[in-house]
Structure formats: C-alpha cells, structure tokens
C-alpha cells in the first residue's frame, strides 16, 4: 500500500466526486482523458468514503463517466473510473467548490491509494 502524502492525495483525489455530465467526447483536437485506481478506505470506512464520493448532483464539465465499485475481494478498496472529454477538463474539476468539498471530508477516511493509471478512452458504451 502507498503512504498517504500531500501529492499522492492529490494526485488520486483528483476526480473523486465527479458526477456524469452530458458533453462531447473527444473535443476537436483532444484525446479523451481516463483515470482508473484503487483506493483504500480506512478500516470499516469504505461505505462512508463511498457516500461523499457518490454525493451531490452538480454537474461536472467535461466528466463523461465515473463510477465508483467495490471490491468485492477486499472490505476496504474502491475502485474509480474515470472518462473526461480532455485532461483539462479534468484538472479543472480539481477546483471546482463541492470536488474541494468532498476532498476535505473524504481525506480523514482515505487510508491510502493502491494503484491508479491514466488512459486514453477511444469508446464504448456509456462515453460516447
């Protein structure tokens, strides 16, 4: 399991409450921008992280899906995937007020993030 540090954090909370958003995929130019990882809850705390990151129902520009599952071979993972129409988008989402929001009440029941990759989406059910 990584450390929890001030970058890790960032770097995996980067799309944490994301919310689905109608937008187009791909904007003229620009790849698709995807994230998939595995959190770490801490102990007995996975239901409740779980709960401020499926809260709210503000859109988010650019998300085009974002799904939160659990691990069903691990009490306290989460997995999260993430398409965005652009790695910008993304970033952007970062200082949006309710992302900052569930960053700070989510970060006391984050124990750590175990993997996370980016990708570039190219299409499929659900994004396009």
């Keep these: 399991?990584?450390?929890?540090?001030?970058?890790?954090?960032v770097a995996g909370a980067a799309g944490l409450v994301a919310?689905?958003?109608?937008?187009?995929?791909?904007?003229?130019?620009?790849?698709?921008?995807?994230?998939?990882?595995?959190?770490?809850?801490?102990?007995?705390?996975?239901?409740?992280?779980?709960?401020?990151l499926l809260e709210g129902t503000e859109a988010m520009p650019g998300c085009l899906s974002y799904v939160v599952a659990k691990d069903p071979a691990d009490a306290d993972a989460i997995w999260i995937t993430e398409v965005w129409d652009s790695r910008e988008s993304h970033r952007a989402s970062l200082q949006l007020p309710q992302v900052r929001d569930a960053i700070a009440r989510a970060r006391p029941l984050i124990a750590g993030f175990d993997s996370s990759v980016e990708t570039e989406p190219i299409g499929g059910m659900g994004i396009g």
């Design 1 to 9: 399991m990584i450390a929890l540090g001030r970058r890790a954090f």
């Design 19 to 52: 919310l689905p958003a109608s937008a187009v995929p791909g904007q003229a130019g620009q790849a698709m921008h995807g994230l998939i990882g595995k959190m770490r809850a801490a102990a007995g705390r996975r239901d409740a992280l779980i709960a401020i």
